[in-house]
C-alpha cells in the first residue's frame, strides 16, 4: 500500500474525530467549490499587470520566465541535493486565498507541479520585494507553528528540516538550483478560505492546513507572487489535505492568455461523463521528489505523419510552453513546416527556442497537432498552440536544452479544455471544453 494512500486513510478518520466542521464545509460544498485563476501578467486583477506592455514584450517576459522555470524542473528532476517541492519561479496562473483568523487575502500561484503550500511571512527577514500582502502569522488568531513530531514536518524531505526540539519548531530551508537562490522559514497550520463563485458567495473554510512561512528569500526569486499554493500529489499538497472534503479531486479550464479572461480551478464536484464529446482519460505516474504529475507520451502526430516515442510528460501549469527533447522537436518541425507550408522565419520576433512562422511567405494553415497518451489522443487545437505575434504565428511548442530532459507539457497546450485530476484513481482527465464560457 503506497504511503499515500496510508495517508488518505488517516486523514479519512482524522477527519471524522477531530473535525467536525470540517465534515460541514465539505457537505456545503458537495459539487465543490470554484475559484478564479487569473493571469500574472494578462489579467487586468492581477497585481503584476503592466497595461504599459507590449504584446511582443508581454510574451517575450512569457517566454524567458517558461525557459527558467523549465530549468528548475530538470535540476529538481536530475540532482535530488537540490531537488526540492518549492519553486521560485511560480508560474503564470494567480489565485486569491485567504488565510487565518480574521482572514487575509493573499495572492499565490497555482501550481500542480509543486507540493508545499507557502507564503512569505512578516515580520520579513529577508523578502522579495512584491505588491502584495505578506502574512503576518502574530496577526492570525488561529495560526500554530507546527511541532516537530506532526506527520507534516517528517512529511517534507528530511534534509531540508532542522527540527528546533528547543523551540519545538519545525524549520525549513531550501535551495535551488546553483544554490544562490534559498528559502527558509517555519511550518506552521491555519484556517484556509476561499470565495466560492458558484452561486451565492459563501466561502468554503477548511482549518488547519499546513504551509510553509517563509521568512528569509534570498537570490533570483521571482518577484511577481507572494507564494505558491502546491496543487501537486505528495502528502502535504493543499488537494491532498482538503482530501476528502474534494473527494480527492481538482480541475482547471485555462483560458488563453490574450483573451484577458479568468480562468477556472475547481475543487471537489463532479463532472459529467464526457466520453462523447472527445474527453480521455489518462493515468499518471508520479515524480517524487517534486510530486509532479507525469503522463505517459506514446506518440506525437500531425496530419498523417506520426513519430513514436515512449517518454513522460510532466503537466504543469506553471510551465508556459512545451518542451520536448530537440531529436523530436526538429522531427516535429519538420512535420509542421509540411503541414504549414513554409519554413519558420531565421530573423525571430520572439526569443529562443520558440520557431514563428510569416504569413507574407505563404497563406498559413496551422495543423492540430497530436499528443498520444497512454489513454488516447490529447488533440491540441491549432488555435491553442499556436500564437500571434505582430502578424507571426509562433509555436509553443519548443525544445529542451539537451535529450533526456524532462518533457513538460505547458499551460498554452492546455488553454480550453477541462483538466480533471483525480488523486484516488491517479488519473488525468482532458475534455475540449471554451473555458472563457464559464467566467463572467
Ligand atoms: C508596485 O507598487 C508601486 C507603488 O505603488 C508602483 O510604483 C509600482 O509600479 C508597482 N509595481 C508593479 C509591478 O505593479
Ligand atoms: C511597464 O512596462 C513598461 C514598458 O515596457 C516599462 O517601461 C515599465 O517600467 C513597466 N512598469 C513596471 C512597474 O514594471
Ligand atoms: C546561478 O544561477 C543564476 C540564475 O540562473 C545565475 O545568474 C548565476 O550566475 C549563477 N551563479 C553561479 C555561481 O553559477
Known amino acids: 500500500m503506497s504511503i499515500l494512500l496510508i495517508y488518505f486513510l488517516t486523514i479519512l478518520s482524522y477527519t471524522n474525530t477531530l473535525h467536525p466542521w470540517l465534515i460541514e464545509a465539505s457537505t456545503r460544498t458537495n459539487n465543490g467549490f470554484s475559484i478564479d485563476l487569473f493571469h500574472r501578467y494578462y489579467s487586468p486583477i492581477s497585481p503584476f499587470y503592466n497595461s504599459s506592455m507590449s504584446p511582443k514584450e508581454l510574451l517575450q517576459r512569457l517566454v524567458l520566465s517558461s525557459n527558467s522555470r523549465h530549468q528548475q524542473i530538470i535540476w529538481q528532476q536530475s540532482n535530488i ?13 494567480l489565485m486569491q486565498i485567504s488565510v487565518g483568523t480574521p482572514p487575509v487575502q493573499l495572492v499565490a500561484a497555482a501550481v500542480t507541479g509543486s507540493d508545499l ?43 531540508h528540516i532542522n527540527c528546533d526540539q528547543n523551540e519545538n519548531l519545525c524549520r525549513y530551508w531550501y535551495t535551488y538550483g546553483n544554490a544562490t537562490t534559498i ?28 504551509f510553509g512561512c517563509g521568512y528569509q528569500q534570498a537570490g533570483f526569486f521571482d518577484s511577481n507572487s507572494a507564494g505558491v499554493v502546491g496543487l501537486g500529489n505528495g502528502p502535504v499538497s493543499l488537494v491532498s489535505q482538503l482530501g476528502p472534503s474534494i473527494s480527492y479531486k481538482f480541475s482547471y479550464c485555462l ?7 479568468a480562468s477556472k480551478l475547481r475543487f ?6 464526457t466520453s462523447e464529446i472527445g474527453g480521455l ?107 500571434v505575434l505582430d502578424h507571426y504565428l509562433c509555436l509553443s511548442i519548443a525544445k529542451s ?18 483538466i480533471e485530476f483525480n488523486l484516488l484513481s491517479k488519473t488525468v482527465r482532458f475534455t475540449p471544453k471554451y473555458c472563457s464560457q464559464e467566467s463572467s
Open 268 to 273: 471537489g464536484g463532479m463532472l459529467e461523463d
Open 255 to 261: 483560458t488563453y492568455p490574450s483573451s484577458h479572461r
Open 401 to 418: 536544452p539537451k535529450d533526456g530532459d524532462p518533457m513538460v507539457l505547458g499551460n498554452m497546450a492546455q488553454t480550453n479544455l477541462e
Open 281 to 387: 482519460t489518462t493515468p499518471f505516474v508520479t515524480n517524487d521528489p517534486s510530486s509532479s504529475y507525469s503522463l505517459e507520451l506514446n506518440g506525437i502526430s500531425v496530419g498523417q505523419l506520426n513519430l513514436n516515442m515512449n517518454r513522460e510528460i510532466i503537466i504543469d501549469t506553471g510551465t508556459t510552453l512545451t518542451y520536448i527533447d530537440p531529436s523530436i522537436f526538429y522531427k516535429l518541425e519538420a512535420m509542421v513546416n509540411d503541414a504549414i507550408g513554409a519554413s519558420p522565419v531565421s530573423n525571430n520576433p520572439l526569443v529562443e527556442p520558440v520557431l514563428c512562422y510569416d504569413p507574407d511567405e505563404s497563406a498559413l494553415n496551422p495543423p492540430d497537432i497530436v499528443f498520444q497518451l497512454s489513454g488516447g489522443d490529447l488533440v491540441l487545437k491549432a488555435n491553442n498552440i499556436f500564437f
Open 81 to 93: 541535493e537540490v531537488s526540492t517541492n518549492l519553486i521560485p519561479n511560480v508560474g503564470d496562473y
Open 117 to 159: 503550500t507557502w507564503f512569505q511571512c512578516r515580520p520579513c527577514v529577508l523578502c522579495y520585494p512584491h505588491n502584495t500582502t505578506n502574512f503576518d502569522p502574530q496577526a492570525s488568531k488561529t495560526y500554530k507553528n507546527l511541532p516537530c513530531d506532526a506527520e507534516h514536518c517528517s512529511n517534507l524531505n528530511t534534509g
Open 183 to 210: 528559502t527558509g522559514g517555519v511550518m506552521g497550520t491555519d484556517t484556509f478560505s476561499f470565495s466560492s463563485f458558484d452561486g451565492d458567495e459563501e466561502q468554503a473554510a477548511f482549518p488547519s492546513i499546513t
